[in-house]
């Protein structure tokens, strides 16, 4: 069976364990969020990639979810010491290898999916890990601070204001003349199922549906594609997805989610139990709804949630 999965870091890469868990024969390819990239330092950071990587690898630092575990801090301290910043953004020595390794292939003329292919390489995934665009697109978050209308980078919004400004618009610059990566529409046509994990539908997969090409690839594939939900019981599980779903004029729901990505694009969707309530809205929308636990609590609850997907979408190919 192939899967394709639009991923962003966290949900994204913590719901990948559990799939590789629940469909261990699949062949995956995840392809990845490359909106939130930022060059720092003169390096070029991908965290939603490396997420992934690290999570499947067996690098993530498990408790907080991003970057290495292990990690030291001296390359960050002394940058700070000669008064270099940014400072608000935790980049680790270990994490520092990598943005690295990646900034010298790209400097050399790699585009960044042989770059992301050989970082692979080391970590083993187990999945192919795909950019979703070799071209630059960064997520730019129109805020209002100190009286004024600003765009700022996402990582900005997201890492330093922690959300915490009304963002009034999210614009994935560069977004409508990027391409899709080598590789991309043609894992998405080969598609036995595509699944849309509980990753933020704004800013994580809807960049990914962005880049012109791919939301009209998925939704001519003709295969089942099912999606889990970020939001349980009104809030995101983790961060402040609510906050950039207000952006868009989406509520902060499991239904709202669903009927953004419309039934045009989605087939199915999981709530969890404690949103039971919003099953009959989905399906009366278009989509079919089940309700199931969806706290990836541990591996065995993710690869159940997992084989809950997998089972919608047989569902919804019969
Ligand atoms: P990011 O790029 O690191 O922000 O990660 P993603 O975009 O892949 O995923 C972020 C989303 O994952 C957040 O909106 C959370 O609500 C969601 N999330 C995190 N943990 C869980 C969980 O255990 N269950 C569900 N259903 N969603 C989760
Ligand atoms: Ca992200």
Redo the contacts with the bound molecule.
């Keep these: 069976m192939r899967i394709v999965v639009l ?8 719901f990948l364990r559990g799939l590789k868990a629940a469909a261990p024969e699949a062949d995956i390819t995840v392809i990845g ?1 490359t909106g ?1 990239d930022i060059h720092l330092f003169g390096l070029k950071v991908c ?2 990639l490396d ?1 992934v990587m690290y999570t499947l690898g067996g690098g993530i630092h498990e408790e907080q ?2 970057g290495r575990a292990d990690e030291t801090f001296t390359v960050k301290e002394e940058l700070a010491a000669y008064g270099v910043g940014p400072e608000w953004f935790g980049l680790g020595d270990r994490d520092f290898a990598t943005h690295i390794v990646r900034t010298q292939m790209i400097g050399a003329g790699y585009p960044l999916s042989a770059v992301t292919e050989a970082l692979c390489a080391r970590w083993q995934p187990g999945v192919r890990l795909l950019p979703m665009s070799d071209d630059r697109v960064e997520t730019h978050v129109l805020v209002e601070a100190d009286g004024e209308r600003k765009a700022v980078h996402f990582q900005e919004y997201w890492v330093r204001l922690r959300a915490s400004v009304p963002a009034q618009a999210v614009v994935p610059v560069g977004a409508e003349a990027a391409k899709p990566a080598p590789g991309v529409l043609e894992a998405i046509a080969a598609a036995d199922v595509i699944v849309f ?4 539908p704004v ?2 997969i809807g960049t990914i549906l962005a880049v012109p090409g791919i939301r009209e690839a998925i939704a001519e594939a003709g295969v089942p594609v099912v999606g ?5 019981g009104d809030a ?4 402040m ?1 609510d906050k950039v779903l207000a952006a868009v004029g989406v509520e902060s729901s499991a239904a709202a989610v669903a009927t953004h990505y419309g039934s045009g694009l989605l087939d199915g969707w999981l709530v ?1 139990t404690v949103d039971a309530d919003a099953v009959a809205g989905v399906e009366a929308a278009g989509i079919r709804c089940r309700a199931v636990p ?4 541990d591996l065995d609850t993710t690869t159940r949630m997992a084989r809950e997907a997998l089972d919608l979408a047989e569902e919804v190919r019969a």
């Design positions: 991923a962003g870091g966290i949900g994204g890469a913590r969020n939130d965290p939603d997420t979810g991003w994990p509980p990753s933020n800013v994580s889990l939900s970020p939001i349980i995101p599980v983790r961060g997805a969890d969806l706290l990836m609590s």
